[in-house]
């Protein structure tokens, strides 16, 4: 049971390159989650889907998308990337977003040179 | 004891003593609460979660206690071990009831 699985480990991009971080869950679950982790701070929530077709912003939103065409696969693209995208990031995934835990993946640490 | 680092507060505490994480929430019509450890280069993990019908709920080594009241989560962890050491975030369901907020964390350092 792999949970959730996100690739690459670790980027380095330079300022206006553009790449797509993947994520996959094999839980079957609705709801899947995007955050952002800077240095020694808490998780800020990029973007967030509910179901396969349905996204919607977060908290810090700007500089990415995302797309939901699958229960499974929940990828964030940076379209111009930015010094300030430099972060550690997160895929998540529930079933619901109450009464159920989010399970992680191990993280996707980007810089932006 | 308690201190405000860089970023995130740090609790520093002895080997086999007990220790206390607390968390406030934001959102007083939040009705569920996790607890998620995170270990260096890793992503979280469950730890335990809450319901707001319970004021108290056990694990293994591990409580979590509920303060609608004053919107104050705690986390006790008895007889620190090492392997506990990691950062502590608390996370309530969203006012959309949509996604999960998450605290801002706390550092819990282990010392021998």
């Known amino acids: 049971n792999a949970g959730v699985t996100q690739t690459p480990k670790f980027r380095i991009l330079k300022i206006g390159q553009s790449m797509t971080l993947q994520c996959t869950q094999d839980?079957?679950?609705?709801?899947m989650y995007w955050y952002r982790q800077d240095p020694g701070m808490g998780l800020k929530l990029i973007y967030y889907s509910v179901g396969a077709g349905i996204t919607d912003k977060g908290e810090v939103p700007n500089g990415y998308n995302v797309s939901r065409s699958t229960t499974e696969d929940f990828p964030l693209r940076l379209e111009l990337a930015a010094p300030s995208q430099t972060s550690v990031y997160f895929c998540a995934s529930s079933y619901m977003a109450k009464n159920t835990e989010a399970f992680f993946g191990q993280g996707t640490r980007l810089t932006v040179v | 004891g308690e201190s405000v680092g860089l970023h995130l507060p740090t609790l520093s505490v002895q080997e086999g003593d007990n220790s206390i994480i607390n968390c406030a929430y934001s959102?007083?019509?939040?009705?569920?609460f996790i607890w998620y450890k995170q270990e260096s280069g890793k992503g979280p993990q469950f730890i335990i979660d809450?319901?707001?019908?319970?004021d108290k709920r056990q694990g293994q080594r591990v409580t979590v206690l509920l303060n609608k009241t004053v919107k104050h989560l705690s986390l006790q962890i008895a007889a620190t071990q090492p392997g506990d050491s990691a950062v502590y975030f608390c996370a309530e369901t969203s006012i959309s009831g949509q996604n999960f907020v998450f605290g801002p964390g706390t550092r819990l350092s282990v010392l021998p």
């Open positions: 839980m079957n679950h609705n709801y």
């Open positions: 959102n007083s019509a939040s009705d569920y």
């Open positions: 809450i319901r707001s019908n319970m």
